[in-house]
């Protein structure tokens, strides 16, 4: 039998730095247009230069960062392209699981509402999004098709940031979930049709109202964008070895919604 190069604890640390970037990208600590260095990254998250590069690596292959020119390297911008590209695939994917989950008449649980309302309740931004995406999968998972689902994880971390952006917003939230329940019940009341057409028309309308948003303000980001010269170091400081990860009925014919 060949042998096999035994592994150290770098890749580890890595991939926790890489899940702690991602986190900062998400919820708006790093916004689009800011220029962060590993150097930053590496004091920030209290690992050596070698996990943060292999992060950034990893980060630039999923497009979530870009090269800067000189040191560091930049948050990649959200492009109305980019975002209408993003929620066209999703759309598909999401009606897909939802209509699979309500013809198995999965019995998902209400609970999953609840966590995401009192989410909404609070000010943690990540925990928001944690709920959000724990909806989803809970979908996805319910459709049994796990090649569905390792479709859709491909592109969670360009959604997860999408949806920080929309529950960056107050007015927006409670109509999130609003989506979410009615999308819930069809799924459990076992009706496939209305259960996919909910999922696409929440995907399509959430797709439509963040380009419009980047057409007038011409930035989608969280708040205002950064210096893209600036060094800001928003992720906390923290030992990346103790593990840093975070771990009512709508109308479908309104446009005052606004859903991740």
Not at 19 to 32: K, S
Not at 142 to 158: F, I, M, Y
Not at 206 to 212: D, I, K, P, R, T
Request: aromatic share 4%; net charge neutral; glycine share 6%.
């Amino acid at each position: 039998m060949t042998d096999i190069t035994p592994l150290n604890a770098a890749p580890d640390l890595a991939e926790q730095a890489y899940r702690a970037i991602i986190d900062a990208i998400c919820d708006g600590r790093y916004v689009a247009g800011q220029r962060i260095t590993q150097e930053a990254l590496a004091e920030s998250l209290a690992v050596s230069r070698q996990p943060v590069l292999q992060a950034i690596l990893l980060l630039k292959r999923d497009g979530l960062v870009i090269d800067a020119g000189g040191r560091g390297v930049m948050v990649a911008p959200l492009t109305a392209d980019h975002i209408a590209n993003l929620y066209q695939v999703r759309s598909v994917l999401d009606g897909l699981a939802a209509r699979e989950a309500a013809r198995r008449q999965a019995n998902l649980s209400f609970r999953l509402i609840g966590a995401g309302r009192a989410a909404t309740r609070g000010r943690d931004l990540r925990a928001m999004i944690e709920a959000d995406i724990a909806f989803h999968r809970a979908i996805y998972e319910a459709a049994g098709n796990p090649v569905l689902l390792q479709a859709a994880e491909r592109n969670w971390n360009h959604i997860r940031r999408i949806m920080g952006v929309t529950l960056s917003q107050a007015g927006a939230r409670h109509a999130v979930w609003d989506e979410h329940e009615k999308m819930l019940e069809l799924i459990v009341s076992g009706r496939p049709d209305a259960a996919q057409q909910q999922a696409l028309l929440h995907c399509e309308k959430a797709g439509e109202s963040l380009v419009a948003r980047l057409g007038s303000t011409g930035d989608a980001s969280h708040g205002k964008a950064a210096d893209t010269h600036s060094d800001a170091n928003p992720v906390p400081q923290s030992n990346t070895q103790s593990n840093p990860q975070s771990n009512s009925q709508s109308n479908p014919d309104s446009h005052q919604r606004r859903q991740a």
